[in-house]
Each structure stands twice: as structure tokens, then as C-alpha cells.
């Protein structure tokens, strides 16, 4: 079974930035594909952005594309999301997930999560 713990998150000015941390334990992380997910109140949860265990497969949703940068450091067992030139509307509670199979930004293909942090973005 795979566990993971999400941090870093907090309140953040609009343009500002943010690294947010996925710790994976249980089983070596890149076995897994890591996907970053958020959702908002009242919203559905999205997909963020997800990688695989090769550094070239790495995936965004249009929404941060050229914002956002997903990255892993397996010695650490850990996966993380720096945000950057963040907005209003970004805010949500971020989750990390799970899944075996390959990349995919679809919340109902990853079995394993964490509990979430939360991201404001607000003067």
C-alpha cells in the first residue's frame, strides 16, 4: 500500500510562487505514476499534472501550462509541484495521488491519495 503526505502549502500573493511536496512511501515512488490534483469549493477535482518514472513523461493541464513545473528526486522518495506566477483562481486544496498504471490526468484512474494541502492565492 502506498502513502502519501502532502506540504508546503499556505497563503501566497497573486504572481507569486510556491513548492508544494508529495512524500511517498510504502513502495519506491517511480514504480508509480504521480499525479498533482486540486479542487476548489464547489468545484469537481481536476488533474494538475502527473509524471511517470522517466523524467521526459511529464504532463500539465492547459490551466498551468508554462506556470506550473512538476519534478521528482527518487533518492527522497518524493515528488513536487512548483507553482509559479500563482492566481486567484488557483486556489484549492491540493492532493497528490497514486496509480500503476501510466500518465493520466483523470482523478477516478488513481487508487491512492493523500490528504491534501491547502493553496490560497489572495491579496
Known amino acids: 500500500q502506498v502513502q502519501l503526505v502532502e506540504s508546503g502549502g499556505g497563503l501566497v500573493q497573486p504572481g507569486g510562487s510556491l513548492r508544494i511536496s508529495c512524500a511517498v512511501s510504502?513502495?519506491?515512488?517511480?514504480?508509480?505514476?504521480i499525479g498533482w490534483f486540486r479542487q476548489a469549493p464547489g468545484k469537481e477535482r481536476e488533474g494538475v499534472s502527473c509524471?511517470?518514472?522517466?523524467?521526459?513523461?511529464?504532463y500539465y493541464a492547459d490551466s498551468v501550462k508554462g506556470r506550473f513545473t512538476i519534478s521528482r528526486d527518487n533518492a527522497k522518495n518524493t515528488v513536487y509541484l512548483q507553482m509559479n506566477n500563482l492566481k486567484p483562481e488557483d486556489t484549492a486544496i491540493y492532493y497528490c495521488?497514486?496509480?500503476?498504471?501510466?500518465?493520466?490526468?483523470?482523478?477516478?484512474?488513481?487508487?491512492?491519495w493523500g490528504q491534501g494541502t491547502q493553496v490560497t492565492v489572495s491579496s
Open positions: 510504502g513502495f519506491p515512488p517511480d514504480y508509480y505514476t
Open positions: 495521488a497514486a496509480r500503476k498504471g501510466t500518465y493520466s490526468l483523470s482523478p477516478r484512474r488513481y487508487g491512492y
Open positions: 509524471i511517470g518514472s522517466s523524467w521526459i513523461n511529464t
